[in-house]
């Protein structure tokens, strides 16, 4: 994928404990990233043409624009004299705002719902204040301030969250808290033999990295989110990274957390394994802010590896790339990443391909012949895949080797490293492409599931059979794709893709609901989960009975009660 503009990442932190530094400008209030950074069909020849056969959009004419801030009806904060008094007394005015942008950045996360409401002015229930602990002390003093004024406290990370985890309810009439912890971001300390970091819950991804990589560590944890989320934000939502395949999802990286509750900072020990009844650090993980604020961690962290290398590869099809995925997985190959598109992803990717050079354009004439030609594949049903390796030089010889027999074995071939090194430079930049969309009137989301390989063929032609009916449903022009995602032993993640044109003056939310929820309904009917790594917040909760079932439910609301019995903590997220 491709982005007109290169981000500027944060300077590297340095070690130590309540160092200010300079830290990443907040996203835009409207849509993805930082302003002066979009997604552009310029430079890329084939995505105008495919945008018209696939969505009928003209994309030379954007039709829809955000709203312009001046322009915004934005509520004056409702803070108590004696909350603000509180809270400045305890962080310093400095660290307590009550400025409109503020407060608008910090009221939604960047889930398709949030973006078309924000677009279109509708703001919903905005925090009163956002308040920016530098300590864990800090932290303490705002949840009692909060309590004492029976005042709602939301956590906020980078605000990437697409799950509707960030809103205040609707008819909230106490004081909303936005507590950003984006001041919480250092590495504290380094086990080099447990090979344990003690790191600040508020660090964004790329300052995290360069902190350990500086000492020559890494965290490997890389959701498309990586520039703008949080190691807190992943915590509370149970994020998976691009190299989980290897790393571990965060679930698996996290050893330990504090985390300030109503009664106090919980506090779980980086011990390898224990039996002492049902794992505190699992109910932390995941719970999105509803049993308090996370504000470090202890995460397991690896030597950065002495090669690193992604590799393209293509399928004949996907009942064939499935398959060679599951073999993969169950190899002694142990790859860092396994990613693979279905066709329909595969010609959407080609399609966003930048102008070729001569050299480009005769070798994909050479690989399209000999592809038809001598290995009988289809183009219309080839299937692109990615394979990550990293290790010494000689482990990453013996892993290409293996990967190379394995996916030969399913008729598929290695297409070097070029397209690896184009997904590994632009993996950051998907999440680009719907704010691009919704400019031209076409609603763009995502939704994620994971099964035991045994259910994947059939969970995905249902969803995608699910998705193209609430299409016909509606009567309009839309599109559908996959990818797999994540590799275990005993299943995997697939990502699906849609988008739509809306009808002719009908409410395009109204419209993505049909398709979302077909979507959903799909995951669960066909025995998979309603989200493998967005986690719930309120986008997904309708589904999360289905799921985790209604004793599962009532486990939930007992604990969320009995740690929040005023229902200050974040309300109204994963269950009523």
Known sequence: M???TQEVQAPPAMPGRGTERRRPAPMKWWGWGHEGIAFSHDDKPGLRPFLEDALGIDVGRPTRAPA?????EIAAPELPASLRAALEAAL???HVSTDALDRVVHGRGKSLRDLVRHRRGDLGRLPDVVVRPGAE?????????ALDADAVVIPFGGGTNISGSLEAPEHETRPVISVDLG????????????????????????????QLNERGWTLGHFPDSFSHSTLGGWIATRSSGMQSDKYGDVADLTRAVRVVTPNGVLVTRPVPSTSTGPSVREMVLGSEGRLGVITEATVQVHRLPERRTILGYLLPDWPRALAAMQALAVSEATPSVTRVSDAYETRFSLATKKTPTLLDRVTSRALATYLERRRGFDRAAMCLAFVGFEGSEAHVRAQRRLVGRIVARHGGLCVGASPGALYDQKKFDTPYIRDYLLDRGAPADVSETAAPWSALPGLYDTVMGATRGAFAELGVQGYVMCHLSHSYHAGACLYFTFAFRPSPGADALAQYDVVKSAVQQAFVDGGATLSHHHGVGTEHARWLAQDISEPGVAMLRALFGGVDPGANLNPGKIVD
Request: proline content about 6%.
């Open 2 to 4: 491709s982005s007109p």
């Open 68 to 72: 312009a801030f001046d322009a915004l």
């Open 92 to 94: 310093g005015a400095q």
């Open 137 to 145: 002390a800090d932290v303490e003093a705002i949840m009692r301030a």
């Open 183 to 210: 001041r919480l971001d250092q590495v504290l300390s380094i086990d080099a033999a447990s090979r344990l970091a003690v790191v600040q819950a508020g660090v964004f991804g790329p300052p995290l990295e360069a």
